[in-house]
């Protein structure tokens, strides 16, 4: 079946730092990729969205100039969290959606740990 | 704006026997789909069932099963014969089809499931 990977899994850092998560659909082309963020024991909250070759569509609240993405394959999407502080700490994950129709499916990466000092 | 909610913060079910999550969702489109994802300790999301909304016949995947209710707006997931593997945070998920083509999903808030032996 599809699969997405994620990495790194876990990532501890120090506070002022640039994080950079790759996201790669392994076997399908990724038109969509999906960013999302999660806090223990909290759902999935949606940052953003992006299109392979355009600008990311952020959700709203979401800074997109601390939350960097670029798209620019169809199998593979980054999310670099700059200057990163320790309220940034939370589990980052991305999922990619195969084809561009209503109703193919969407899948999800392993997630990436963040942890800033 | 779509809602789905999750009554349920957790809920225990003993090891064989069968258990049932609750989703209810707040939409006013009339063509889209209802999913529930499983999240275990490892933390990647994984598909457990799906339900597109113009399908009567509820969906079954082996020991998972819906019951959907359109005119309630009412999703639930029944898991039979309960496995130690089952535990896990539950989600319920929505994905309408008007508003772009992204396709967004929007998440439960999650039922967190305990499977005792």
């Known amino acids: 079946g599809a699969v997405v990977s994620q990495h790194p899994s876990r990532v501890i850092c120090k506070s002022g730092t640039s994080v950079k998560i790759e996201c790669r659909s392994l076997d399908f082309q990724a038109t969509t990729m999906f960013w999302y963020r999660q806090f223990p024991k909290k759902s999935l909250m949606l940052m953003a969205t992006s299109n392979e070759g355009s600008k990311a569509t952020y959700e709203q609240g979401v800074e997109k100039d601390k939350f960097l993405i670029n798209h620019a394959s169809l199998t593979l999407s980054t999310l670099t969290v700059t200057s990163a502080h320790p309220e940034d700490s939370s589990f980052y994950i991305c999922s990619a959606r195969q084809g561009q129709g209503f109703r193919q499916p969407q899948h999800f990466g392993d997630g990436t740990r963040l942890s800033i000092l | 704006a779509q809602t789905v909610t999750q009554s349920q913060p957790e809920m225990s079910v003993q090891e064989a026997e069968t258990v049932t999550l609750s989703c209810t969702y707040d939409?006013?489109?009339?063509?889209?789909?209802l999913f529930w994802y499983k999240q275990p300790p490892s933390r990647q999301m994984i598909l457990v069932i799906r339900q597109e909304a113009y399908k009567q016949q509820n969906a079954t995947e082996n020991r998972f099963s819906v019951n959907f209710q359109k005119a309630a707006k009412s999703f639930s997931l029944k898991i039979s014969d309960s496995q130690l593997g089952d535990a896990a945070m539950y989600f319920c998920a929505y994905r309408r089809r008007s508003g772009g083509s992204n396709y967004k999903l929007t998440f439960g808030k999650g039922t967190l499931l305990t499977v005792n032996p």
């Open positions: 939409t006013s489109e009339s063509d889209y789909y």
